[in-house]
């Protein structure tokens, strides 16, 4: 049982640098997630999809895009990273929101130099 | 602004003892709560949840109390492990919402 697979887990970019992190999820679930988590600020919404082909943008939207070609996976691109995008990133998926729990993936440790 | 506070950053607690950790929200919307735990470097894990029909729910050791007029909402774990050191995160969100939203986290130290 995979759940959700983020892809790297490691990374270090230089200022400017672009990149995608993916993520994947088998088991069918319709939403999808991507937070940040910094110290003392918990877990941050980035952007969100309620289904295949939607996204939409959290609290913290700002420098990433994110993509949702197919149901399993999820894609959120840096675009031109910046040291303030040094973060832990995790994926997440859920059947819904209303009464089900959220999957995490095991993060993907971002460094921006 | 921080819809779902949990104020206080750690909690130490012998083993065998009670942990209490607390969770505090403002959106009177919200109606369906979780908690989570964390390892380092892993990714967060779902512990339990409650529904505001409800104003207690109960897993083993783990037991999650809600107040909707204080819009509060505590976990228990009795009796604490030294395995339960972890970061534990609330979580809140609504039956026809279509996000979560976290808390700040407490790690949790058991001491043994």
């Known amino acids: 049982n995979a759940g959700v697979t983020q892809t790297p887990k490691f990374r270090v970019l230089k200022t400017g640098q672009s990149m995608t992190l993916l993520c994947a999820q088998d088991?069918?679930?319709?939403?999808m997630y991507w937070y940040r988590q910094d110290p003392g600020m918990g877990l941050r919404l980035i952007h969100y999809?309620?289904?295949?082909?939607?996204?939409a943008k959290g609290e913290v939207p700002d420098g990433y895009n994110v993509s949702r070609l197919k149901k399993q996976n999820f894609l959120l691109g840096l675009e031109s990273a910046a040291p303030s995008q040094t973060s832990v990133y995790f994926c997440?998926?859920?059947?819904?929101?209303?009464?089900?729990?959220?999957?995490f993936g095991q993060g993907t440790r971002l460094t921006v130099v | 602004d921080q819809q779902v506070k949990q104020n206080s950053p750690s909690l130490s607690v012998q083993e065998g003892r009670i942990s209490i950790l607390n969770c505090d929200y403002t959106?009177?919307?919200?109606?369906?709560f979780l908690w989570y735990k964390k390892y380092p470097a892993e990714g967060p894990t779902f512990l339990i949840s409650?529904?505001?029909?409800?104003d207690k729910n109960e897993d083993g050791r783990f037991t999650v109390f809600l107040n909707k007029s204080a819009k509060h909402l505590s976990l228990h774990i009795v009796p604490s492990q030294p395995g339960d050191s972890a970061v534990y995160f609330c979580?809140?969100?609504?039956?026809?919402?279509?996000?979560?939203?976290f808390g700040t986290g407490t790690s949790l130290t058991v001491i043994p």
């Open positions: 409650i529904s505001s029909i409800k």
């Open positions: 959106n009177s919307m919200f109606d369906y």
């Open positions: 979580a809140a969100t609504w039956f026809t919402g279509n996000q979560f939203y």
């Open positions: 997440a998926s859920s059947k819904t929101t209303g009464a089900a729990e959220a999957f």
């Open positions: 999809s309620v289904g295949e082909g939607t996204t």
């Open positions: 088991m069918n679930h319709e939403y």
